[in-house]
């Protein structure tokens, strides 16, 4: 074991990136973004270079508004920790204190220290709606700037300037989830997101945070939501007036297709309930 190894350089599917600011300039719309390395990512690599056997991690409450984790190594005959810590966040407290904690953690021991290093970076801005990897979803922020599409950048090609402005933008309108329904009734919206949604094959990805983290070895994949769900819970957010993107905060994803499936039911039945009690039923 070469504790060293822990340091190694990470890979761009070892982080994520997070809108750290966004506005409206002359230029159009800029955002710039952050780094993070994953809780998965650490997990791995601690299993690749300690062993899954010789490494712990443990958690504490600290003065009620912070989590600590500790990330310890056997090296030997001995126990070596190192700890970190990150107040609970507003969205899934306990869940986003004990996450960040551990990624901080990671960091004690050289896991995506490198991160750090990293310049302000631009994400690539289009007004247009944006499919494929990589692509995400900002939505408009009163007369501060309109929702637009922003892409990741990759860790080799992440740019520290400013891209050049590559067409004039026209003054551009908030865009909606879905702006292919506009001016049809919700019951139209829902038959023709139901009559032509096929089930989409469920790609696992790794689940993260507290409750699968294993205590030896990666845990089981968490299979994605499917597109027909998907597209359930847009028209039901349609039809009640509410934002999709507090549903995507609620369960710390980027888009609707990262929520595990597990969860997808329950969000589905919630809204189906509520579009019941608006109904009188």
């Given at each position: 074991?070469?504790?060293?190894?822990?340091?190694?350089?990470?890979?761009?599917?070892?982080?994520?990136?997070?809108?750290?600011?966004?506005?409206?300039?002359g230029?159009?719309?800029?955002?710039?973004?952050?780094?993070?390395?994953?809780?998965?990512?650490?997990?791995?690599?601690?299993?690749?270079?300690?062993?899954?056997?010789?490494?712990?991690?443990?958690y504490?409450?600290?003065?009620?508004?912070?989590?600590?984790?500790?990330?310890?190594?056997?090296?030997?005959?001995?126990?070596i920790?190192?700890?970190?810590?990150?107040?609970?966040?507003?969205?899934?407290?306990?869940?986003g204190?004990?996450?960040?904690?551990?990624?901080?953690?990671?960091?004690?021991?050289?896991?995506?220290r490198?991160?750090?290093?990293?310049?302000?970076?631009?994400?690539e801005v289009?007004?247009?709606?944006?499919?494929?990897?990589?692509?995400?979803?900002?939505?408009?922020?009163?007369?501060?700037?309109?929702?637009?599409?922003?892409k990741?950048?990759?860790?080799n090609?992440?740019?520290?300037?400013?891209?050049?402005k590559?067409?004039?933008?026209?003054?551009?309108?908030?865009i909606?989830?879905?702006?292919?329904?506009?001016g049809?009734?919700?019951?139209?919206?829902?038959?023709?997101?139901?009559?032509?949604?096929?089930?989409?094959?469920?790609?696992p990805?790794?689940?993260?945070?507290?409750?699968?983290?294993?205590?030896?070895?990666?845990?089981?994949?968490?299979?994605?939501?499917?597109?027909?769900?998907?597209?359930?819970?847009?028209?039901?957010?349609?039809?009640?007036g509410?934002?999709?993107?507090?549903?995507?905060?609620?369960?710390?994803?980027?888009?609707?297709?990262?929520?595990?499936?597990?969860?997808a039911?329950?969000?589905?039945d919630?809204?189906?309930?509520?579009?019941?009690?608006?109904?009188?039923?």
């Amino acid at each position: 074991m070469n504790l060293k190894d822990l340091a190694l350089p990470v890979t761009n599917d070892m982080v994520e990136w997070r809108v750290g600011q966004c506005g409206k300039g002359g230029k159009g719309v800029w955002v710039k973004v952050l780094c993070y390395i994953t809780n998965r990512a650490i997990m791995n690599r601690l299993d690749d270079v300690c062993g899954p056997e010789n490494w712990q991690n443990m958690y504490q409450e600290w003065h009620g508004t912070s989590q600590i984790c500790g990330i310890g190594i056997k090296c030997g005959a001995e126990w070596i920790w190192k700890w970190d810590g990150a107040d609970i966040t507003n969205i899934e407290a306990t869940k986003g204190g004990l996450s960040d904690s551990m990624k901080r953690a990671g960091v004690q021991w050289g896991i995506g220290r490198e991160l750090y290093k990293l310049k302000e970076t631009w994400a690539e801005v289009s007004m247009d709606k944006q499919y494929g990897d990589g692509w995400h979803y900002q939505k408009a922020k009163g007369n501060e700037y309109p929702a637009f599409y922003w892409k990741e950048p990759t860790l080799n090609g992440a740019k520290t300037t400013r891209p050049p402005k590559t067409a004039p933008q026209a003054p551009q309108q908030p865009i909606a989830p879905e702006p292919e329904y506009e001016g049809m009734t919700a019951e139209e919206i829902a038959q023709d997101m139901l009559d032509g949604a096929g089930e989409r094959m469920n790609d696992p990805i790794p689940g993260e945070g507290y409750n699968d983290i294993p205590d030896s070895g990666p845990g089981p994949d968490v299979p994605k939501i499917s597109e027909k769900q998907v597209k359930m819970i847009y028209v039901k957010c349609k039809i009640l007036g509410i934002d999709p993107e507090d549903i995507k905060a609620k369960y710390s994803v980027e888009s609707l297709n990262d929520i595990p499936k597990k969860d997808a039911s329950t969000i589905i039945d919630r809204l189906i309930k509520r579009e019941a009690k608006k109904n009188g039923a």
